[in-house]
């Protein structure tokens, strides 16, 4: 998949901005089980301060290591409450994005960071409230020397992620969403809290996992003994 460098796609396609607003109400952890439990990348993607969330369709950008160059061709395709979602044709833990890089996202509505690389500034993203997440902190600066691409489909930490797909990450993890999915994502999650909602209340009440989830039988079955 990351084979096309050099290109700026400029025209996108993003879901209804009220499926966007609908689920960006839930946690990762719901959206990816009312999913099917796919859709999340690999879990060393952490956030830089732990309050960090974000939800929003995706502006991708695919990076050189070591060079930050696509972030600020990137900025420029921002639309209000787009996530810059960015991958690396190689591994890099490069500090590829900080306060300054933020500054500027914001300007245009962006709406955090995902990124498979490092970032510094960390204090100050924190300060900002502006949501980040990465795979590593770290101040080794970078070049503006290569071509990577704009809008093109990337794999973000394990995660295909297409322009325009809602991304959603909290301290749980980060959750791609297909773009015409996520009306239906949304009111999957909406029935998976509600459920969670009455068990909830059971489990406060004082009943067990064992009998609100029948599983004494089974484990009966399993042969499980009970000794004093
Ligand atoms: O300037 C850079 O290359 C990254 C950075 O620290 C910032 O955006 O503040
Ligand atoms: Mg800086």
Request: net charge negative.
């Amino acid at each position: 998949m990351h084979t096309e460098l050099g290109v700026v796609h400029t025209k996108i396609e993003r879901p209804d901005p009220a499926a966007v607003a609908a689920l960006s109400a839930f946690g990762s952890a719901t959206v990816h089980e009312a999913m099917g439990r796919t859709g999340l990348t690999r879990p060393y993607l952490r956030p830089v301060y732990p309050s960090a969330r974000l939800c929003g369709p995706a502006v991708t950008v695919l990076l050189q290591p070591g060079d930050n160059w696509m972030l600020h061709v990137a900025a420029e395709q921002v639309r209000p409450g787009d996530v810059v979602v960015a991958a690396c044709t190689t591994e890099s833990e490069d500090g590829f994005f900080g306060e300054l890089l933020a500054t500027s996202f914001r300007s245009r509505g962006c709406a955090g960071l995902v990124i498979d690389g490092g970032v510094r500034d960390v204090a100050d993203l924190a300060a900002m409230d502006f949501p980040v997440f990465s795979r590593a902190v770290n101040a080794r600066g970078t070049v503006k020397a290569t071509l990577g691409s704009v809008n093109v489909p990337v794999v973000c930490a394990n995660a295909p992620v297409r322009p325009g797909d809602v991304v959603l990450a909290d301290a749980d993890g980060v959750v791609v969403v297909p773009r015409e999915r996520v009306a239906q994502v949304a009111e999957a999650s909406a029935r998976r809290e509600e459920n969670e909602a009455g068990k909830r209340e059971r489990l406060r009440s004082g009943e067990l996992g064992l009998d609100m989830y029948a599983m004494r039988g089974p484990l009966a079955e399993l042969g499980l003994r009970y000794e004093d």
